[in-house]
């Protein structure tokens, strides 16, 4: 959309540029062709005007000379007939000389030119009555002498005083001309230098245009490349580029017999930030989290993005025996806590490496075995894997299994395992704690763990969690009827705080089965609880409203702060087993459980214990003041027949029953 638009806006900027260039270049034509023609028309006009001026001028000029010769002949002609023919002539040319002054009087006329005109006619004017009296004494056969001596003095300097200003006329139009002729060339010039002009800034725009143009394209297409091989936030190469540097790599390492890996990293609490701390911290750990990789490794190999908090590092001449090295190193480059704002903030990740071509000779295989020893990297807690054919089989095990267990739900391949839960201080049993088992037809028992995972990716852990909320709460009906009026444990997983129906389903189940709420106690692990806190307060807050018992599970394992625990509306805490199996040989676990027994009462909450497998342990309990617990010691978690045994049997449960029947 973005770039599309992008698109537009430098079309139309192309676009205005070559319409401002073709405008200068129509404008440019525009007006020389229009300078031109005016010139033209202009120098047109005043050569007419003066030609025509000239040329009467000149009529006047010869009329005046014809006449001052008629006057030089007149006295000398004897023939009266000749003397006559010669005034017809001289009168003639008068009348030439007026038609000609008149027609020049008519024309447009400069002022200069009009006060010559006016000395001339002033001067003819005056001239005519001595010029008339000597054409009429050479008529009348004056004498010859007087008659050229009238003529010498009066007729023929009047008749120069007008040719001089006829002459002066015919100069002045002469220069007319010529300066006409100057002023069309300077026009020409103009015009010429204006086209340049226009020309040379038409084309200075149009190499302009031109260079935005090829500027513009070629940052475009460098952007393009860019969001198609980087991931814009890091800015690291993405799978894309990721991709074509694994095709690269293989061909090298074919070529020179080498080998080389690929280590595949994915964070381990990310989603936790992000929901807690918000994702600007989130993207901003994302960055921190490229710049101590690209640290860490060599300049030549390289680092990519993957999307979410997946990360994969192209490591040259690497194979399984140097793996360990660069594993720690990576490890250790996230190990230092990352520091925002005052928080210091651990993040842990996993890794998983495979090798070309030891084990891989593709590169969409050696992403996919990094991919799968990952995953058995975040399944140990070991923090790295190398691939191995074991986990592929595993992982493809996986996949059908996560096929099988829609299956598996809905025709009764699951079942209850049951563990009992002592009160510390009658000794007796207080509860049971439901666990999941599924009866598979081929693997036989399958434990919680190698499914529950794969529900969650599968999105089928709604349907489980009813599934395993009906069974037990038909269990503790069937039990309740029987006077053992025990307290009944669910296990919740994650994604199970994700679902906004949640609590209304349990109301459901719990109202069909006519069960007392406070019977049920829901488990949620800590760690499900800190990945999804906005949601998980709003679910937990409606279970707790409903009466039911809610419990943080494995508690000490997560992150949980003191102050969020206080604000979630949960009655108990399980202390996770692995603190309390080893309490006895391990001062530090000891120190856990003591303060979580502590920091629990303080709350107002009760603890319960997992994990106790012996004397010992119990007895420390009891003294600790741990309100009840669960181990192997009392009661392995066992199928319903078990159960009944146990309950008519075991020592913990013996007086329940009648006591409570009594009761
Ligand atoms: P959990 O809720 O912490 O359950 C306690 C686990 O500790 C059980 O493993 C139990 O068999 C084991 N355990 C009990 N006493 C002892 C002991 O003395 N020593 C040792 N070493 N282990 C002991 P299990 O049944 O394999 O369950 C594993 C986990 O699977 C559970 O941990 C729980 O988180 C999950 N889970 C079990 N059932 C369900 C279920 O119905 N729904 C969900 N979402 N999760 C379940
Ligand atoms: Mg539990
Ligand atoms: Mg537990």
């Known amino acids: 959309m973005k770039t599309s638009s992008q698109h537009i806006g430098m079309g139309a900027r192309i676009g205005i540029g070559f319409i401002i260039v073709l405008t200068l270049m129509v404008a440019l034509s525009a007006t020389g062709l229009r300078y031109v023609a005016e010139a033209n028309q202009r120098l047109k006009q005043i050569a007419l005007n003066n030609n025509v001026k000239i040329e009467l001028a000149t009529e006047m000029h010869s009329a005046l000379r014809e006449r001052a010769l008629s006057l030089h002949s007149l006295p000398i002609l004897d023939d009266p007939f000749d003397k006559d023919s010669e005034i017809q002539r001289f009168n003639a040319q008068g009348i030439l000389y007026i038609q000609a002054r008149d027609r020049l009087e008519h024309l447009p006329l400069n002022p200069q030119e009009s006060d010559i005109l006016a000395l001339i006619r002033k001067l003819t004017r005056e001239a005519q009555p001595e010029v008339q009296a000597v054409v009429e004494m050479a008529m009348f056969n004056s004498n010859e002498q007087d008659v050229f001596a009238r003529i010498r003095k009066f007729a023929i300097p009047a008749q120069r005083a007008i040719a001089a200003q006829v002459s002066a006329l015919l100069e002045l139009q002469r220069n007319q001309t010529e300066v006409a002729v100057m002023n069309a060339e300077i026009s020409y010039k103009n015009v010429r230098n204006l086209m340049i002009g226009l020309g040379t800034a038409a084309l200075l725009i149009g190499l302009l245009i031109t260079g935005f143009v090829i500027r513009r394209v070629s940052f475009q297409a460098k952007q393009l490349a860019d969001q198609a091989m980087y991931d814009p936030l890091t800015g690291l190469p993405n799978r894309s580029l990721l991709h074509d540097r694994l095709e690269q790599e293989i061909e090298i390492s074919k070529r020179e017999h080498k080998s080389f890996g690929v280590l595949l990293m994915d964070l381990d609490r990310f989603k936790e930030v992000n929901d807690t701390l918000g994702h600007d911290v989130g993207d901003e750990l994302l960055r921190e989290v490229g710049r101590r990789l690209i640290e860490t490794v060599r300049d030549e190999d390289t680092v990519a993005r993957l999307g979410g908090d997946e990360y994969v590092v192209l490591i040259h001449n690497l194979d399984p025996k140097g793996a360990s090295f660069i594993a720690n190193k990576v490890l250790a480059a996230l190990d230092k806590p990352f520091h925002w704002q005052n928080q210091s903030i651990d993040i842990g990740a996993s890794l998983g490496l495979s090798f070309y071509p030891s084990q891989c000779d593709d590169a969409s295989s050696l992403l996919r075995c990094a991919d799968i020893a990952m995953y058995v990297a975040k399944r140990s807690g070991n923090g790295y894997a190398l691939y191995s054919q074991d986990q592929d089989r595993t992982s493809r095990g996986d996949l059908s299994l996560k096929s099988e267990l829609r299956e598996a739900i809905q025709s009764n391949q699951l079942c209850l395992h049951y563990q009992p839960q002592i009160n510390h201080r009658s000794g007796r049993i207080s509860g049971l704690e439901a666990l999941v088992r599924w009866n598979h037809p081929q693997r036989g028992f399958l434990p919680p763990d190698t499914f529950i995972p794969l529900a969650e990716d599968a999105g089928l852990i709604g349907p489980l969690s009813r599934w395993v909320l009906n069974a037990a709460l038909g269990q503790l009906v069937s039990l309740h009827q029987r006077g053992y009026m025990l307290n009944m444990a669910v296990n919740l997983s994650a994604r199970n705080l994700h679902d906004m129906e949640l609590p209304a389903n349990v109301s459901r189940l719990l109202a069909d089965s006519g069960i007392n709420p406070k019977y049920l106690t829901l488990e949620i692990t800590e760690s499900a609880v800190m990945s999804n806190p906005s949601d998980g307060l709003i679910i937990l807050t409606a279970l707790d409203k409903m009466g039911v018992t809610l419990s943080i599970d494995d508690f000490g394992t997560g992150y949980s702060s003191l102050a969020y625990l206080k604000r979630l509306p949960v009655d108990e805490l399980k202390i996770d087993k692995s603190f309390v199996t080893d309490m006895e040989e391990n001062d530090n676990d000891a120190v856990i459980v003591r303060s979580t027994i502590d920091l629990a009462h303080n709350l107002g909450l009760k603890v319960t214990a997992e ?46 029953a009648s006591a409570l029947h009594a009761g």
Not at 625 to 648: A, I
Request: hydrophobic share 35%.
């Open 611 to 656: 994990g106790v497998e012996t004397q010992g342990a119990w007895d420390t309990l009891s003294i600790l003041g741990c309100d009840q617990s669960q181990g192997y010691l009392m009661g392995r978690p066992m199928s319903v027949e078990k159960l009944e045994l146990w309950l008519r049997e075991s020592a913990y449960s013996s007086t329940v």
